[in-house]
């Protein structure tokens, strides 16, 4: 038990040494990753729609 609470103990001590974002950082970084998910996911859809069409075009 007493390992326990000494292991407890360090990771408390280790949380309050770590530089939390603010709520605004947060926000931000939130709204870039979704923003970059829909660019990526556009751009590897139009990839898909052009090489479907190309394969039906001269192959099929």
Same mark, same amino acid.
């Given at each position: 038990?007493? /390992? %326990? @609470?000494?292991?407890? !103990?360090?990771? /408390? %001590?280790?949380?309050? !040494? =770590?530089?939390?974002?603010? /709520?605004?950082?947060?926000? /931000?970084?939130?709204?870039?990753?979704?923003?970059? @998910?829909?660019?990526?996911?556009?751009? %590897?859809?139009?990839?898909?729609? =052009?090489? @479907?069409?190309? %394969?039906? !075009?001269?192959?099929?």
């Amino acid at each position: 038990m007493n /390992r %326990l @609470s000494q292991y407890l !103990k360090e990771v /408390r %001590l280790e949380l309050n !040494k =770590v530089n939390w974002p603010t /709520r605004e950082e947060t926000t /931000r970084y939130t709204v870039l990753v979704i923003v970059m @998910s829909l660019a990526i996911a556009m751009f %590897l859809g139009g990839l898909d729609y =052009v090489f @479907s069409w190309l %394969l039906n !075009k001269f192959i099929l």
